[in-house]
Nanobody
Framework: QEQLVESGGGLVQPGGSLRLSCVASGFTTNAYAIGWLRQAPGKEREGVSCISARDDSTYYIGSAKGRFTISRNKANNTVYLQMNNLRPEDTAVYYC????????????????????WGQGTQVTVSS
């Protein structure tokens, strides 16, 4: 059974850091763009950061540039999101998703339906 499982969310103070992990099972992620999307209460879902399948090129939403880093380890089917200098406006449920053979930008801009979703992990940034 194909699935994505996220971990690493939690409560952190402003300026703090978290590292989210997304482990894929039941399928090989080599041919998939993998990304992190988030949804805060009352707001639309937005793509935060995505990494392409072909060349590991990356895309970041403007507010994440310089603070977040996405990476993938194809050997263990895992994608990470390192989040530094977190702000209260980063508070949201973060979802890992995968979509076959698209660019990182297209994935994060949600121009294609995702093939797989994780269950989500809560990130709360508050003092």
């Amino acid at each position: 059974q194909e699935q994505l499982v996220e971990s690493g969310g939690g409560l952190v103070q402003p300026g703090g850091s978290l590292r989210l992990s997304c482990v894929a099972s039941g399928f090989t992620t080599n041919a998939y763009a993998i990304g992190w999307l988030r949804q805060a209460p009352g707001k639309e879902r937005e793509g935060v950061s995505c990494i392409s399948a072909r060349d590991d090129s990356t895309y970041y939403i403007g507010s994440a540039k310089g603070r977040f880093t996405i990476s993938r380890n194809k050997a263990n089917n895992t994608v990470y999101l390192q989040m530094n200098n977190l702000r209260p406006e980063d508070t949201a449920v973060y979802y890992c998703a995968a979509v076959r053979i698209v660019t990182a930008q297209a994935m994060c801009l949600q121009r294609f339906a995702m093939d797989y979703w994780g269950q989500g992990t809560q990130v709360t940034v508050s003092s």
